[in-house]
């Protein structure tokens, strides 16, 4: 099996470098939570990662630590070789609530990155942008409406537009299917793949579907929880668009299912 522990030595310049990295959340009462451990991976460029793992296993904590969002207690994270130390609008994170601005159009909600970005100086080149991305996800005919009169899967279509819309080198994406019933998420996981081919930004997707990650990634990182920490990296090779009954996709599902179970049940040693 091809997993990897630790990462390729062979591998020289990772895009994503995390080293090292843990976090320790201090509660009001005095506690300490040991959300991240001694974590290290390396994601290269253009690379489609999927990080699964059982909850509490540090997953967001990960996203938004390379996100700039959070502070690692140690190591750091390395972006082209730049250490992480604030967001930036190279690095956007897509959420499962679709966080779109309710009071904005769906072109303004995919513009609103824009008017604080340099990469639309002009009022005609922030509108090119915007009509460019809204038929990318194909909501062309719905530029004028507002997010409540949009489905789920519209709502997360306009959400990726936005995030796609300020040109980010890494899309960070937590869950972002994770409210959608399963035909929509189907259909959200195709699209988001021919996004993906033809723009090839670097994803690190975290999902609770073993499924979904075996039908999305290039790499699968298993995470174990409490601490969180890597347990486990896998490459699916398998082409694409993969079928659910390829003899290799039923046996990474089946090899990947194994080690997130081995995770969660190291979590109840000692309990
Ligand atoms: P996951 O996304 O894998 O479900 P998280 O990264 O959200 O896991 O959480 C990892 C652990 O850190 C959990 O025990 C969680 O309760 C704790 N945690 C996360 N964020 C905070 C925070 N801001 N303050 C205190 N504890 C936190
Ligand atoms: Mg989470």
Redesign the pocket.
Known sequence: MPDRAVPNPSFPKPFIDVRGVSKT?F?KRGGA?E?LSQTSLAIAEKEFVCIV?P???????LLNIVAGFLKPTTGEVLVSGRRVDRPSAGRVMVFQEFALFPWLTVEDNIGFGLAVSENASTRKERDDIVAEHLALVRLTKFAKSYPSELSGGMKQRVALARALAVNPEALLMDEPFGALDAYTRNNLQRELLRIWEQQRKTVLFVTHSIEEAVYLADKVIVMAGRP?SVRAIIDIKADRPRDESDPEVVAMRAHIRELVLSASEDEHDGE
């Open positions: 959340f509660t939570i959300a793992g909850s509490g296993g540090g997953k967001s904590t969180g």
